[in-house]
């Protein structure tokens, strides 16, 4: 599959570096398909690679107290992973597991960084990345120490929405894949608490619910239940 007839615009390598670098950086990349529960590292494991997701849904997630899982966030279609592996330690703080069949690009850390040398756009673009990034974990941080459990909920779906959108029916898109302990787990409540807690929204008429399906019927509402920290 060569960069230059990739479709992914939201790649990282795609939009930052000139189409007259694909052909070696084609000869340098891996490509791998993903499949549904397989990891694409581990936490704790010595770290070589850095990954760009073509297509599918990878789930990034840290061990946390008591051996539960902590998402840190989902990641999708043009998105990185294994940056955080960049660190001294050499080994990557968190994993990352798909969701769903996943096509995945990777080059060696090694590599990685001989583009960003020579490229300035792709390390402008990629310290952007890495501050947007930061920004949101300092954000997530703030919030899951300060929200009740009903914020927290409120909180999820939003980020929901904002990385997998709404449907033509204001149905959140990507929900088949998740399980309440998926969502639960990405703001640090229980599946319990959330199943508990989309009752009572949808008893107030914030959302409507069939199976994994989440109808969203006052996104307003939702923004206002956490908009003080904004």
């Not at 989902?74 to 069949?101: C, D, K, T, W």
């Not at 930061?134 to 904002?162: G, S």
């Not at 409507?208 to 509402?221: F, M, Q």
């Amino acid at each position: 599959m060569s960069c230059l007839s990739c479709s992914n615009s939201d790649c990282l390598i795609k939009k930052s570096c000139p189409d007259s670098s694909f052909e070696e950086i084609d000869k340098n990349k891996s490509v791998n398909r993903i499949r549904k529960k397989q990891p694409v590292f581990r936490e704790g494991n010595e770290s070589y690679n850095v990954y760009f997701i073509n297509t599918g849904v990878i789930k990034v997630f840290k061990l946390g107290a008591f051996n539960k899982n902590q998402i840190v966030r989902f990641s999708v279609r043009g998105n990185m992973l294994g940056h955080r592996g960049f660190v001294p330690e050499n080994i990557y703080p968190i994993s990352a597991q798909a969701i769903e069949e996943s096509l995945v690009c990777s080059f060696t850390k090694e590599y990685f960084f001989k583009l960003l040398k020579e490229i300035p756009e792709l390390s402008i673009n990629s310290v952007l990345v890495f501050a947007k990034e930061l920004y949101h974990e300092e954000a997530k941080l703030r919030d899951m120490a300060i929200f009740n459990v009903r914020e927290k909920v409120a909180k999820a779906l939003l980020l929901l929405i904002e990385k997998f959108g709404l449907n033509a029916n204001d149905e959140i898109m990507g929900l088949d894949l998740l399980s309440r302990q998926d969502i639960a787990e990405y703001v640090g409540l229980t599946s319990n608490q959330i199943t508990k807690v989309l009752s009572e929204f949808k008893g107030d008429g914030l959302i409507d619910t069939s199976g994994k399906k989440i109808k969203i019927l006052s996104k307003e509402k939702l923004e206002n239940m956490v908009s003080y920290l904004v």
